[in-house]
């Protein structure tokens, strides 16, 4: 199915060795039918076979797919590629169509507890004034902050000046034991830039960014003995 609409065997074969492999005809298939245009659908192709090979190389499964790593992948992408009209649609639409084929979950609002209202809330209007980022990549740091902290402090009133390195270690070996290394790392830029924008207000005063490392084809084994060190 997928020849027909773009023949090229190196992108076919791309495809079909990913993870999305078992979606794409349908989905492809569907944008033709909804009307799009021959030449969208062939693009829509390449865009999707250039996300599975990202994919691939982050260590993400279909499964993982979500509006963060969706963005970074366009982050990625566009440092060698200049931005096209029909890329956050189409990658929009295919994120409909896996979630309405129960591929992946639907999004998940960032609630926090009320004892972590004004701390999220001034996350985030720092992520959107001074890091101007884009309302995915908020909504995901958000969410992985309240998580954070939901694990530290519970319902209490966060203190904030009290976490240690011991912490980070005790929450990214949990997200590293749940999700792949691709995901993990998204996790861990997010609390880099949650530990950062703590240090700036100078709400803690030990900069924890420093203490959360990349993860990468290190076993937990290695990356609690990374941990352990600093």
Not at 132 to 148: E, Q
Request: proline residues 5%; glycine residues 4%; charged residues 15%.
């Amino acid at each position: 199915m997928i020849e027909k609409f773009y023949p090229n065997p190196i992108v076919v074969q791309r495809l079909q060795a990913g993870p999305l492999s078992a979606h794409i005809d349908v989905f492809v298939q569907q944008l033709f039918d909804e009307g799009y245009t021959l030449w969208t659908a062939k693009y829509a192709v390449r865009l999707l076979a250039d996300l599975t090979t990202w994919m691939q190389q982050q260590g993400l499964t279909i499964t993982e797919l979500a509006e963060q790593p969706v963005n970074a992948y366009f982050q990625n992408r566009y440092r060698t590629r200049r931005p096209h009209r029909d890329d956050q649609a189409i990658l929009k639409k295919l994120m409909a169509h896996l979630r309405g084929a129960g591929v992946i979950a639907a999004p998940e609002k960032a609630v926090a507890d009320p004892a972590y209202t004004s701390i999220v809330q001034a996350f985030q209007q720092y992520l959107v004034c001074q890091r101007n980022l884009a309302p995915s990549t908020i909504h995901y740091s958000l969410d992985t902050v309240v998580r954070f902290l939901s694990q530290r402090f519970g319902t209490q009133l966060p203190n904030l000046d009290a976490l240690c390195a011991q912490d980070v270690t005790r929450f990214m070996l949990q997200q590293a034991r749940r999700y792949s290394v691709g995901y993990t790392q998204l996790i861990a830029s997010a609390l880099r830039s949650f530990f950062r924008f703590l240090l700036q207000q100078a709400l803690i005063t030990t900069n924890l960014a420093q203490c959360v490392p990349t993860p990468g084809t290190a076993t937990l084994v290695d990356i609690a003995q990374v941990y352990q060190r600093r």
